[in-house]
Every structure is written in structure tokens, then in C-alpha cells.
């Protein structure tokens, strides 16, 4: 049987007589008078037919071998799916083995020279290539898939910059905006305490506003520092 892996067969013709001359003939005109014999090419497949013919009496028998020619590569059952890294996702395995028989063979490639047995992790963009290889006839195929990646930290930014409370503005409002529509918006103070955005302030100190972009997990940071000057007249 001729396969991706085995090229080569072997014709081999025996008789328990002694004298007797062998004689070969098959697909593409092929002829041998040995007794054994390689058949190399795959394009030789089909029936041989072998002819033992006994020296002192020229009586003969006939028999038949047949080689046959199996280089069905396998077929590809695409790996389908998102494969996006974030902030949030910065490793993703690629795993093919429910689409493919027990016995294939799954290796992966891909960019800055990766290379790995499925199941495969990575950590960079790209287009990687599967590589499935029959474990019934050593026959390849190929599938790919690409990674790409979504790390843009939101835009941020402050309604009002440094305000100071005084006698008549004794609260300063912690306005954070952003174009983005999946940001969330919040503040924190300088003992870390969380704070809702749009929120009054009356104590002054450091106020650090923070915008996460709950498509990809990614963040944006900005500070605001609020005065005070409530000194009365003298």
C-alpha cells in the first residue's frame, strides 16, 4: 500500500519448485523477470500479475498481488472562534484535538518562530498554522487561525482642573468623562477609599480618577488635587 509515508513496496515471488523462472507485468506496461522487486512510485498502483514457469516442462501458475495507493490528505475541520488578546487576556491556547481522530498528529507554528504540539499557549499576534497529520497514512493538511489584540486604554479626562474650597464653595464635584461608551468612571482618594464619579468632595488632597474599558479590561489614570482656603478675615 502505497502512503504519504511509504513510497516503496516490494513484489516478492516464491514457489517451492525449483527451476522455475519468475515473470512480472502490472499497471504502466511494468515488467520484471526477478523474483523480488521494489516498486518505488506511487503512480504504479494496481494489480500484479506474477507468472512461475517450471524450466524442465514449461507447465505454469499464475498469481495476483495488489498494491493500492492511499495519500487522502485529512480533512481540515476549522477551529472557529474569537481569539482576541486584551488587557485582561494576555495567553490563549489554541486546542484542535476534538476536531481531529485520536491517532492525527496536531503541531502548531506561527510568528517569531513559534512552534508547539497541540494544545498550543500564546501570547502574540499573529496568523498560526495547524498542521494535521494523518495517523492512517501520514498525509498532511493545514488550517490556520489569527490572534489579534485589543490593548487601547480609554480616553480620560477632567470636567475642571484644581479647584479650591472656600467659605462659599464648600464642596468641589469629581467630574471624570470619557468618550468611550464601555468606561466605567470612579475616583479614589489618597487613603484609597473608592468613590463614585460625580461625587462631591469637601476635604482637599490628591484625587486620582480611573476609567476601565470593560470590552478589553484595560485602564486609563489621571490626578486632581483640590486646595482649601476657608481662612476667615482677620
Known sequence: RFTCLHKIDTLFGS???????????????????????????????????????????GCANKDTAKITYDTLKPSVNHLAGIYLLT????????????????????????????????????TNTGTYFLNITSGTNGCTNKDSVTVTQNN???????????????????SIQLQAISTNTNTILYWKNSINDSLLNNL??????????HAIDTSNGCTSQTIDTLSQFTTPPV
Open 87 to 122: 488587557c485582561q487576556t494576555n495567553s490563549l491556547t489554541l486546542d484542535a484535538v476534538s476536531n481531529y481522530p485520536g491517532n492525527d498528529t496536531l503541531h502548531w507554528s506561527g510568528p517569531f518562530s513559534f512552534s508547539q504540539n497541540n494544545p498550543a499557549l500564546v
Open 152 to 170: 487601547i486604554s480609554p480616553d480620560l479626562s477632567l470636567v475642571s482642573y484644581h479647584d479650591t474650597i472656600t467659605c462659599l464653595k464648600d
Open 15 to 57: 514457489s517451492v519448485s525449483t527451476s522455475v523462472n519468475y515473470n512480472w507485468v502490472g499497471p504502466y506496461f511494468y515488467s520484471s523477470t526477478n523474483q523480488v522487486n521494489q516498486v518505488i512510485s506511487s503512480t504504479l498502483s494496481g494489480n500484479y500479475f506474477l507468472t512461475v514457469t517450471y524450466n524442465g516442462t
Open 200 to 209: 462631591y468632595a469637601n476635604q482637599p488632597g490628591v484625587y486620582f480618577a
